[in-house]
Nanobody, 130 residues
Framework: QVQLAESGGGLVQPGGSLRLSCVASGRTFSSYTMGWFRQAPGKEREFVAAFSWSAGSPYYADYGDVVKGRFTISKDNAENTVYLQMNSLKPEDTAVYYC????????????????????WGQGTQVTVSS
């Protein structure tokens, strides 16, 4: 089992920045996929960003169209932590943000799918408002 714990959410003004963190604990995998999704009230869960990692393989990230150029996903292997740096925030970015993990490499075309991931965190609220 893998446990994911998100933090870093809060209230921010439009144009501001936040950095979300996701700490993973429990079972470890030599290859894995980590992602961020978000869900606004009354809407479906939406893909934000993800990457797959395997030793010796190129690392690259995918982003949802609505966040490209503003959000950046990154990782700290030593801390078992994945980050989501969010810049130029807009009111429409308001949502609960969820960290997700897959226990293997997920092909790029599938990383946007909720059902591609094995583990989920509890979520952290991000509110963008003046």
């Amino acid at each position: 089992q893998v446990q994911l714990a998100e933090s870093g959410g809060g209230l921010v003004q439009p144009g501001g920045s936040l950095r979300l963190s996701c700490v993973a604990s429990g079972r470890t995998f030599s290859s894995y996929t980590m992602g961020w999704f978000r869900q606004a009230p009354g809407k479906e869960r939406e893909f934000v960003a993800a990457f797959s990692w395997s030793a010796g393989s190129p690392y690259y990230a995918d982003y949802g169209d609505v966040v490209k150029g503003r959000f950046t996903i990154s990782k700290d292997n030593a801390e078992n932590t994945v980050y989501l740096q969010m810049n130029s925030l807009k009111p429409e970015d308001t949502a609960v943000y969820y960290c997700a993990a897959g226990s293997s490499i997920i092909a790029s075309y599938r990383r946007t799918r909720v059902d591609a991931y094995d583990y989920w965190g509890q979520g952290t609220q991000v509110t963008v408002s003046s």
